[in-house]
């Protein structure tokens, strides 16, 4: 096991060894707890299933705690812990417990598919998870198990108004849209804000490992609002923040929002604040990049500080200005999302 990391980092200061050459300050880390899933959606998963990793190249949970130190400790002030399905991890909670009492870090938040969620909400919030969002990509319960592989709507509805009910505001919603499959939902998924704080986030459909990308699945996000206008002419753009994913809109009087997160058609690489650990210990510095370094063997080779902040600073260096483009992308091997990490 590593030892103690003593760097010391300001609060709320950002390590020049997390900056890039263009500027670029990473003080949002999502780190990747497990490769497997109860879901087998289709923009996740190859059809045939994925090899998942043997369980001793996983990060550990000491391993997952000292990464989430190390990168708090050089100014990052959120950390997501995503999948595969994160619930799966019998050691969540204390994962969660653990990081969550780092100082400097804000936010620790979760990505979930919501079927178990409601199950465990209240104790992973007294834990001290405080930002949620949850996956959920068609309100028809036939259409929910065609994309998901899986029966489970009425579940995942019911998680979706526990983290409501257990005080998570707003509780984001992350909908995958694909033509000829989901995209004639957006509407209802709008009347989902009406009464509820909740941001629904439609997401355009990219490429990665397995998944069968095609371009005309992809339903661009100018069409979305487009559509979407055309029932609720009202609607709104917000103001977003500064490394906002989503572009935000509003239904004047609705009590949640709506945002589109537009990496294929209008990227916001530019302002990209994220870094990426998988879950068998990877730094990934772009979601859709080839390049991996491997921090799990650092740790476990006893490697000393300043080699493995070389390491991290010769990884975020590398990041490139920006993705390759959707057509690009899909010529490029890169891993499914599972194995990345949503």
């Given at each position: 096991m590593m030892r103690a990391f003593k760097q010391k980092i300001k609060d709320q200061e950002v390590s020049p060894c997390l900056v890039d050459t263009f500027g670029r300050k990473h003080n949002y880390l999502r780190i990747s707890l497990t490769e497997r899933c109860n879901f087998r959606c289709q923009y996740c998963m190859p059809e045939e299933g994925v090899t998942l990793s043997p369980k001793a190249n996983l990060l550990t949970t000491s391993e997952v705690i000292n990464i989430?130190?190390?990168?708090?400790?050089l100014g990052v002030t959120k950390i997501r812990f995503t999948g595969g399905e994160p619930l799966i991890r019998k050691d969540l909670k204390d994962i969660i417990k653990s990081v969550s009492q780092l100082n400097g870090l804000h936010t620790v938040g979760m990505t979930t598919n919501g079927l178990v969620l409601y199950r465990q909400i209240k104790e992973l919030k007294d834990a001290g998870?405080?930002?949620?969002?949850?996956?959920?990509?068609s309100l028809i319960p036939a259409k929910f198990?065609?994309?998901a592989r899986i029966k489970g709507l009425n579940k995942v509805m019911k998680s979706i108004d526990a983290a409501l009910e257990g005080g998570f505001d707003p509780v984001k919603i992350n909908c995958v849209v694909m033509k000829g499959i989901n995209d004639d939902e957006l509407v209802p998924f709008v009347k989902l804000t009406e009464h509820k704080n909740l941001d629904v986030?439609?997401?355009?459909?990219?490429p990665f490992g397995g998944n069968n990308w095609k371009d005309n699945k992809m339903v661009p996000y100018i069409e979305m609002v487009t559509k979407i206008k055309a029932e609720f002419p009202e609607l709104q753009r917000l103001k977003d923040l500064p490394n906002d994913?989503?572009?935000a809109y509003k239904v004047p009087g609705f009590k949640g929002q709506i945002g589109f997160i537009t990496s294929m058609t209008e990227n916001f690489c530019g302002s990209c604040n994220r870094l990426r650990i998988t879950a068998d210990?990877?730094?990934k510095v772009c979601l859709f990049g080839t390049e991996e370094i491997s921090l799990r063997d650092a740790l476990r080779q006893n490697m000393s500080e300043d080699a493995v902040l070389n390491m991290i600073s010769s990884a975020v260096l590398s990041k490139k200005k920006q993705h390759a483009g959707m057509f690009n992308l899909s010529k490029m091997k890169n891993r499914p999302m599972i194995l990345i990490g949503g």
């Open positions: 989430s130190s190390l990168f708090v400790r998870l405080n930002a949620l969002n949850i996956s959920l990509d198990e065609f994309i986030r439609f997401i355009e459909y990219s994913t989503s572009k210990g990877n730094l």
